[in-house]
């Protein structure tokens, strides 16, 4: 872990600890700060597991911006089974499964057409969300009809598990990064894909094992997202939610050009971005403004990371 890397966790760290904070000392006369406290882990898990998945292929150097329209899809196809009176297990299998399916379509794509992951990806960002539309046209009456789901049974992952969910992909992302071979050589391949060909490592491959982990984490982020919902619309469920992740990353210190990254820094980034918006709220801040300040916070953060890293490129190559 680089120098600046573990001052950006320093920092993420007291950042997290003011606003928890700021936000106990907003709270109203009566307002218990550990239900706060237990309702975040169910608020910020999908934006978390989706991160915790995509910083692997970030930090190969890649990006997947279709990630949003995957989880309308896979979102969309469990509601569409419910609808039917599919059993739970199967619906929650299938919305799992088709967010892997999906982002391993995505890796072999980077990788058999050799265009660069942007291109792929912002292309299957329109795919996916047509694909949801689609697939709600035929379950329901009209195109992109919303499709509620008010079974309790469907909703179990979402409202009485995430904090599970939540808890055993962050131990299974440390330990992968701990101790695990591939996180390495995402980061190599993040460096300098040049190098690791010369030296016998196949970069396409080594890039859609990253893909296939963010398709992992990506259907525990899809299953805890869509059943905390009781009502689905495919036309904006998911919508900006790819932004919120990246600038989760990038808050958290991963390198948007590759190369370096932490799933620690993902997890308090993803965190202080649900922090902060909660103060927020408990500010009483317009929600309006709300949504301008965290869209201009992580546009903030994203603009000046790649500013940073770029710079310190250009030094690089002039040593």
């Not at 966790?9 to 709270?27: D, E, R, T």
Request: aromatic share 8%; glycine share 12%.
């Amino acid at each position: 872990m680089s120098k600046s890397l573990r001052q950006r966790l320093m920092f993420l760290i007291v950042a997290n600890a003011a606003c928890l904070a700021a936000i106990y000392g907003l709270l109203r006369e009566g307002s218990s700060f550990s239900l706060v406290l237990r309702r975040a882990g169910s608020e910020v898990a999908p934006v978390m597991l989706a991160g915790l998945g995509l910083t692997s292929v970030i930090v190969c150097g890649a990006i997947d911006l279709s990630i949003g329209s995957i989880l309308a899809v896979s979102g969309t196809l469990f509601a569409c089974l419910a609808f039917r009176g599919v059993a739970p297990l199967w619906c929650w299998l299938a919305c799992f499964g088709l967010c892997g399916g999906l982002s391993l379509v995505n890796g072999y794509a980077v990788r058999w057409l050799k265009l660069p992951a942007i291109i792929i990806t912002l292309g299957g960002l329109a795919i996916y969300r047509g694909l949801a539309l689609i697939l709600a046209s035929l379950a329901a009456s009209g195109l992109g009809e919303s499709l509620a789901v008010q079974d309790e049974a469907y909703h179990a992952p979402g409202k009485r598990y995430a904090g599970w969910i939540l808890f055993l992909g962050i131990v299974s992302a440390v330990i992968w990064e701990r101790c695990g071979k591939r996180p390495r050589l995402w980061r190599a391949i993040g460096c300098s894909r040049e190098v690791c060909r010369l030296n016998g490592v196949d970069p396409g491959r080594i890039l859609q094992s990253a893909f296939f982990v963010q398709g992992i984490y990506l259907g525990l982020a899809s299953l805890v997202y869509v059943t905390r919902l009781q009502v689905i619309e495919p036309a904006r469920l998911g919508r900006h939610f790819e932004l919120d992740v990246i600038g989760a990353i990038v808050l958290g210190g991963t390198n948007i050009f590759g190369g370096e990254g932490s799933v620690w820094g993902t997890i308090l980034g993803a965190s202080l971005l649900y922090e902060i918006g909660e103060l927020l709220v408990y500010a009483g801040v317009n929600p309006y403004y709300q949504d301008v300040i965290r869209g201009g916070l992580i546009l903030l953060v994203i603009g000046i990371d790649c500013a940073l890293h770029r710079s310190h490129k250009m030094l690089e190559e002039l040593a």
